[in-house]
Nanobody
Framework: QVQLVESGGGLVQAGGSLRLSCAASGRTFSTYAMTWFRQAPGKEREFVAAIWRDTMWSGLSTNYADSVKGRFTISRDNAKNTVYLQMNSLKPEDTAVYYC???????????????WGQGTQVTVSS
């Protein structure tokens, strides 16, 4: 069982930055793929970024949605059981509730994730 708690959301002007955190419980945190999704008003939840240990080369791999590449950075600190999402050059279209999720295997599909946080609101003003 994994419990996830997000923090760090808020109101920021366009061009600004925020760092989201997702604290996880559970001894097996380091083995889980950790992913950020977001859901804007009136839209479906979408994939934002993921970080996982790639068994092919035993290193950390990351993947980003095209809409956030070059602006967002996902990272993790296994000692703190925490995953981060550094968001720079924020745009009004980044406004959404951001959720972190955990799965034993990497996927961009939210149906593959068993564990979810409660979400944190990010609002970017123009």
């Amino acid at each position: 069982q994994v419990q996830l708690v997000e923090s760090g959301g808020g109101l920021v002007q366009a061009g600004g930055s925020l760092r989201l955190s997702c604290a996880a419980s559970g001894r097996t945190f380091s083995t889980y793929a950790m992913t950020w999704f977001r859901q804007a008003p009136g839209k479906e939840r979408e994939f934002v970024a993921a970080i996982w240990r790639d068994t092919m080369w035993s290193g950390l791999s990351t993947n980003y949605a095209d809409s956030v590449k070059g602006r967002f950075t996902i990272s993790r600190d296994n000692a703190k059981n925490t995953v981060y999402l550094q968001m720079n050059s924020l745009k009004p279209e980044d406004t959404a509730v951001y959720y972190c999720a955990a799965s034993p295997r990497y996927s961009t599909k939210q149906s593959e994730y068993d564990y979810w946080g409660q979400g944190t609101q990010v609002t970017v003003s123009s």
